[in-house]
């Protein structure tokens, strides 16, 4: 479902207003005298004997909450749980992560919000992830921010399975208050860009975190790529780049790009680089040196050539790239192979290159030990 260019402002007033006639449905506990040793003693014997939790797991547990005035919820909280499918480990699991979910008003707090995450087609166990991302989950609005959150994701991505897929992959995407807000206004931004709502939702389902950013350093990492590198934010390079340097400083790329001119590299070939395998500068500074060393100090490569065959730079330096020199090395030595050259061989599936080596079963016997003891 496409979003019109001015979608992120108009649902975020929607929520604006909406939040203002639903009330907020996190348990809110009245501040009261500090519970007697006990109460604490009364939940830590429930954790153990009802819940299976060890002595010292139950102190742990029970010293996250810090205020225990009632625990008059903790059966019909259990009874809900178990209600929604979850096994007595799963709901051990979500009671260590968030002990204060005992103290929750089973069906006033905690139902709605369990039903909600579960018929949008999360399972127990994505539910559970969640938690351990955002352990204020079941404290949060439901209809102040859970909601408005999940159907801001439903317009813009268009399909439940595509919202489930956001939310696994993101961490805190419901914890900070301010997080809808900038959705909307990185939305809006990236529109003005010229990128398409499909663009935008990809980028969203790979890291939504990227959009509660404050707009302005979004906007300075655009305005960089068109302004410093070079790149039309007409061209596909352009949203390649900023998907790639996205969680990114520009002062931390700027130094990588100045690792590669230490090497040889002029500004054309580096910036030619960051066009076409942005992914290159996502890499650390030292693997970065690490693999320059390899291709142009060991190998004699050139800087021209590895901007020519990028993908050298994007893949595994031990697991796939030495191993496999070390085969043509070997092939080269004993003239089995003569036009080869090592960026097809690392290009290679794993399957096709290991049909590549039984060509050589009957000359080289041992040849594929040698390819399997260098990769550990």
């Known amino acids: ?58 102190i742990s547990s029970s010293s996250k909450v810090r205020t225990l005035n009632t625990t008059r919820y903790r059966d019909s909280v259990v009874r809900i749980l178990k209600t929604f499918g979850f096994d007595n480990a799963q709901i051990k699991d979500i009671v260590t992560l968030v002990p204060n979910v005992l103290l929750s008003r089973a069906n006033e707090t905690l139902e709605p919000k369990i039903r909600v995450f579960l018929e949008l087609g999360l399972s127990g166990t994505d539910l559970i992830a969640l938690l351990k991302r955002n ?31 956001t939310i696994n992959r993101s961490r805190w995407l419901f914890s900070a208050s301010t997080a809808l807000k900038r959705f909307s206004e990185n939305v809006t931004l990236l529109q003005s860009y010229g990128f ?15 959009f509660t950013q404050l707009p302005k350093c979004l906007t300075s990492k655009l305005n960089w790529i068109e302004g410093k590198v070079g790149i039309s934010r007409d061209s596909n390079e352009f949203f390649r780049c900023f998907h790639s340097i996205a969680s990114s400083s520009i002062s931390g790329i700027e130094k990588k790009m100045e690792v590669y001119k230490s ?27 690490n693999k320059l060393g390899f291709f142009l100090k060991e190998l004699g490569y050139k800087p021209s050539y590895l901007v020519a065959c990028p993908s050298l730079l994007s893949l595994s330096l031990e697991k796939r790239v030495k191993p496999r020199n070390k085969v043509l090395e070997i092939l080269k030595e004993k003239m089995l192979v003569e036009r080869v050259s090592l960026i ?29 003891s260098s990769m550990r």
């Open 1 to 58: 479902m496409y979003l019109r260019s001015h979608f992120g402002r108009q649902i975020f007033t929607i929520y604006h207003f909406r939040s203002q006639l639903f009330y907020s449905t996190a348990t809110t506990l009245s501040p009261v005298d500090e519970p007697t040793s006990a109460k604490r003693t009364e939940f830590v014997d429930y954790l153990i004997n009802t819940l299976g939790f060890s002595k010292e797991s139950a």
């Open 135 to 165: 352990p204020n989950l079941f404290e949060i609005g439901l209809h102040s921010r859970i909601i408005p959150t999940i159907d801001y994701l439903r317009i813009l991505l268009g399909t439940d399975e595509k919202v489930v897929e």
């Open 196 to 210: 398409s709502n499909e663009q935008i939702g990809k980028f969203v389902r790979r890291n939504a975190m990227h």
């Open 263 to 289: 090497f040889g590299f002029s500004d054309t070939e580096v910036s030619s680089l960051l066009k076409n395998q942005p992914n290159c500068f996502t890499l650390s500074e030292d693997t970065i040196r």
């Open 344 to 372: 097809t061989l690392v290009c290679y599936s794993e399957l096709r290159f290991q049909d590549f080596l039984r060509r050589f079963e009957d000359k080289i016997p041992s040849l594929y030990e040698t390819y399997i």
